[in-house]
């Protein structure tokens, strides 16, 4: 007796001819990936002419990310046009020998502790930048948060003595090289290859990163002498007896360090590809969650007070540290509620390595398997109100009903490698924010959700101001200044 055949999987209705589900997907990616959710546990799709298979079930994601990850490979169109700009960073790196290789390299620059060496020249760094805000000006919140970002994580790649000149030009430079990247992922390969001033402008910006990246790994390396002999201990100050100086030399070391004085060190082109993949992940997927949560902070007042309260609590009226971070579980849960309900990634892709059963579908060979971060932290029988912004669903007590439908940073060997990383940073740069004023409040309309690579706001501009208004006893206002904000010059 022969085995029941394999039911066909779904298709997603109205698709066109040729395009497939194109149009939907530029026009409404969202309502369109979360609305999958009713057409089965995998939906198939067309894009374009080539058909693509959407797992909307976290158990079969499960399935594609950690237990059969031997069968879905890293790749797809997203990954395809991406790696043209990362090249082979970890990011984009092809299933093998070469990426565990490579991880297990990296994975030491990601620990706690090393990460923590490095987090009071990230709080300066970005009290600094903050804290020069013009009062009552209105901000490109989303632009800021990307800088911000970006230079606290030039301070923990490559030191906290990189040169300003630098610095500043990696800060200038990467805005542009992201809409350019973004664009070499929507547009046909075919228009991406052709000689357009677009196309020409951004490999231009792209081989200026890549100098950049190389004069800052010169600069590294001449700092650790190229070798991992190079120790704090070598150093005058060390030696004299400066009881400051072995945490000062920590400060100005950079992650980008750990590859520099590896026993089997990266090529040159190698460390390019990882610099960049690590700058791009940084900016991107930060700024756009920190733009989002101080958007949810002006909506919700309750929740920006707790916040105040927690700070407050924990620093008093000292400057934030990095050790105050563990103590800040408030403002952890805020940040992951504004992680669910924005991705920040919205649809991620795999490629099928062979013929595969998932949950009763049949996956051919060399199909691109789609999996969507942003649907499942949209589903409504696990998260309850999705739509609705609540950090209280990630307390000890609510954080096990998730059922493993928070994937976004991934799961299984390719997970995101920075994860301790991101939280870090994320809580540094929260933090810094309301410390450093005491009110911000929003001056365009609400944003609306944008998905390119990440969900980001379509606009989103706020004015900061250093005191609050109160009323004193006679019912007559008054302004106050937040005994924990920063003063209007960073302090050393």
């Known amino acids: 007796m022969s085995a029941p055949a394999t039911p066909p999987t779904p298709t997603a209705p109205n698709g066109l001819p040729l395009i497939g589900h194109g149009l939907q997907l530029a026009r409404s990616p969202l309502e369109f990936i979360t609305s999958l959710r009713d ?6 799709i067309r894009i374009g002419p080539t058909p693509a298979y959407v797992v909307t079930e976290p158990a079969l994601t499960r399935k594609v990310l950690v237990t059969d990850a031997a069968h879905f490979a890293k ?5 395809d046009a991406l790696r043209l700009f990362f090249g082979d960073g970890l990011a984009t790196i092809a299933d093998g020998d070469a990426h565990l290789r490579n991880r297990r ?9 090393h990460i923590a060496e490095r987090g009071d020249a990230m709080v300066e760094q970005v009290r600094s930048m903050v804290a020069t805000w013009p009062e009552g000006q209105q901000r490109d919140v989303y632009a800021d948060m990307n800088e911000v970002t970006l230079a606290a994580f030039l301070t923990a790649l490559f030191g906290a003595d990189l040169p300003e000149h630098l610095a500043g030009e990696f800060i200038s430079l990467m805005p542009a090289i992201m809409k350019g990247t973004i664009r070499q992922t929507i547009l046909p390969p075919w228009i991406t290859r052709l000689p357009l001033p677009a196309n020409r402008a951004h490999a231009e910006r792209v081989a200026r990163l890549r100098a950049l990246i190389d004069q800052a790994i010169d600069h590294r390396a001449e700092r650790t002498g190229g070798d991992s002999s190079a120790t704090e201990a070598d150093t005058p100050a060390v030696a004299a007896g400066c009881p400051h100086a072995a945490a000062t030399s920590q400060a100005q070391t950079g992650l980008f360090d750990t590859l520099l004085t590896a026993e089997d060190p990266l090529t040159r082109q190698q460390l390019q590809d990882e610099a960049i993949t690590l700058l791009t992940g940084a900016i991107e997927t930060t700024g756009t969650t920190l733009a989002w949560t101080l958007y949810e902070i002006t909506r919700n007042p309750q929740v920006e007070q707790r916040l105040r309260e927690e700070l407050a609590a924990v620093c008093q009226d000292r400057p934030l540290r990095h050790t ?4 800040l579980t408030f403002a952890r849960r805020v940040l992951q509620e504004a992680i669910r309900k924005y991705g920040p990634a919205w649809l991620v892709t795999r490629t099928a390595t062979r013929d595969i059963d998932l949950g009763g579908h049949r996956i051919p060979q060399g199909a691109d398997v789609v999996w969507s971060p942003y649907l499942h932290q949209h589903d409504p029988d696990v998260f309850d109100h999705p739509d609705v912004f609540d950090p209280d669903r990630w307390t000890p007590e609510s954080i096990a009903a998730t059922r493993g439908s928070f994937l976004a940073f991934g799961d299984g060997r390719r997970k995101c490698i920075g994860e301790n990383f991101a939280w870090t940073e994320l809580q540094i740069i929260l933090a810094t924010i309301l410390r450093t004023w005491p009110a911000f409040t929003l001056t365009s309309r ?26 004193d006893s006679a019912g007559i206002g008054t302004a106050r200044r937040d005994p924990g904000a920063a003063s209007p010059t960073p302090s050393g």
């Open 39 to 44: 057409h089965g546990s995998v939906v198939r």
């Open 75 to 79: 790749g797809g169109r997203i990954i």
């Open 105 to 113: 390299l990296m994975q030491p620059m990601f620990n706690k502790a």
């Open 324 to 327: 105050d971070l563990d103590q």
């Open 446 to 471: 609400s944003p609306r959700p944008q998905a390119v690579v990440t969900v980001k706001p379509d606009q989103l501009t706020m004015s900061f101001r250093r005191q609050t208004a109160s009323r």
